[in-house]
């Protein structure tokens, strides 16, 4: 509430300062010429001013403030009552912060019903420090960007440089929280390569975290070849058989074939299925999906067919993924200059043998592009997999077998109560890694071909 408060007090100041430095400005103004900025300038100028040094404050002291005010509450005489064990402690504190916030709320331990007094005026107490300290470095930066309200002060390139700062932050956030990821991945798979050998993780056939055992023979339980498999034959061959062909022919169709209404009617439901959540993918993969295709293994004669299998959670993959290739091949093809179509038929050619010959080779960089990022898309879903694909890791051809994938056994893996750092949760980083270079490699292969194809069509 305090951090609301707060932050509405800093925009209401910085628009304070846009009018009034934006009123001083316009005094100024004595004809055409006279001042170097306009007014509107000045006026950003000075909210800029005031509103970036106090955000600054309100941060930094926001990331102090927590340990204040513990160390407030520690000095509480009830804060004596609290025990050793570090984690029977920080419950006991975390519940007494939970109650300060919310006075309402049922108490599970008396002694943090004794301790949320104390954690609401202390952090009552240190909120109102941290609102004056934002407050007086937004007037200290609002008095200096108040006097240079003058008629030759360059306002203007300053609130520019300012803007394209932002926008330069704004672009290294996707650059930033990349690296950060990738640095995360390598260091918990290299503390998980401590204890597992790469080669056994990498090139092993059984996969068993849950019965790992410490010891030298500990990398046996940790082979994750059965679920790359299981990933690659889910979301990269089931998948794309039905996703490759049914988004390339809707295409093309949809381009080449269908009249302007009819086109304007079928792509919007079309790209209806892009939105639909996966959870709800998965309900249709578990409940009508997986037992049409149990009864179908049954007709073809296979014992004891489970329910649970990779063909029932990679046919109802490659359908959510139909309007990724669809998409980009519409758009690919639909980009293809009208003069090689003309050029086609006026040599001879038929409208099919102008697509298969002429559009369909000319377009294929953004069919490419648009199966790389299906494929990207289906091996990282998850949802299908846990409802219609099982748990079982299994190095198997066979489509009517229950399999597993990365991302399931990330899942499973980073759930619950587990210790973070053993070899079992620490596996799930390894895996993460494996999956983002894969991914990476798909991309870069695509930007290959798409680079080759376009020169050879320019």
Do not use: C
């Amino acid at each position: 509430m305090i951090s609301l408060i707060v932050l509405v007090a800093i925009l209401g100041l910085g628009l304070a300062g846009w009018f009034s430095a934006r009123g001083r400005a316009r005094l100024l103004y004595s004809g055409r010429g006279s001042l170097h900025s306009m007014p509107n300038y000045h006026g950003w100028h000075v909210a800029l001013w005031i509103i970036v040094p106090a955000l600054l404050a309100w941060v930094a002291w926001s990331a102090i403030s927590p340990e204040l005010v513990q160390s407030a509450v520690m000095t509480d005489p009830a804060a004596a009552k609290l025990p050793e064990m570090d984690m029977e402690r920080h419950a006991i504190l975390a519940e007494a912060r939970t109650l300060a916030s919310s006075p309402g709320a049922v108490a599970f331990n008396p002694l943090a019903q004794e301790l949320a007094g104390p954690y609401y005026a202390a952090e009552t107490r240190f909120g109102v420090i941290g609102a004056v300290l934002v407050a007086i470095f937004a007037f200290v930066g609002g008095a200096y960007g108040f006097t240079r309200v003058r008629a030759g002060f360059p306002a203007r390139t300053w609130v520019e440089r300012g803007v394209m700062l932002a926008l330069l932050v704004a672009s290294l956030m996707a650059i930033l929280t990349t690296f950060g990821i990738i640095i995360s991945l390598l260091y918990e798979t290299g503390v998980f390569f401590t204890h597992v050998s790469p080669i056994d993780f990498l090139t092993g056939t059984h996969w068993a975290p849950g019965n790992a055992i410490a010891g030298p023979d500990i990398g046996e339980s940790f082979g994750a070849v059965p679920l790359f498999w299981g990933t690659l034959f889910i979301g990269a061959i089931i998948a794309m058989i039905v996703a490759i062909p049914l988004g390339l022919m809707s295409a093309i169709y949809l381009t080449q074939y269908a009249n302007a209404k009819l086109r304007k009617l079928l792509k919007p439901v079309l790209e209806i299925l892009a939105g639909i959540p996966t959870v709800v993918y998965g309900y249709f993969a578990a409940l009508t999906v997986a037992p049409m295709v149990r009864d179908f293994a049954a007709m073809l004669g296979k014992e004891n067919p489970s329910t649970e299998s990779a063909l029932a959670a990679g046919l109802v993959m490659g359908v959510m993924i139909i309007p990724f290739v669809s998409s980009m091949a519409d758009d690919s093809i639909a980009a293809v200059p009208q003069a090689m179509r003309d050029g086609s038929l006026a040599m001879g050619a038929t409208q099919s043998e102008t697509i298969k010959k002429v559009l369909v080779p000319a377009a294929l960089p953004g069919i490419v592009a648009g199966v790389m990022l299906a494929i990207s898309r289906a091996i990282g879903e998850t949802m299908i997999v846990v409802m219609a694909a099982g748990a079982t890791a299994r190095l198997s051809a066979d489509p009517f077998d229950s399999m597993t994938t990365v991302t399931y056994q990330i899942v499973q893996l980073l759930t619950g109560d587990q210790e973070f750092n053993s070899p079992k949760t620490l596996s799930a980083f390894a895996l993460g890694l494996v999956l983002f270079i894969v991914t990476l490699i798909l991309n870069i292969v695509a930007l290959r071909v798409v680079k080759r194809f376009r020169e050879a069509y320019e």
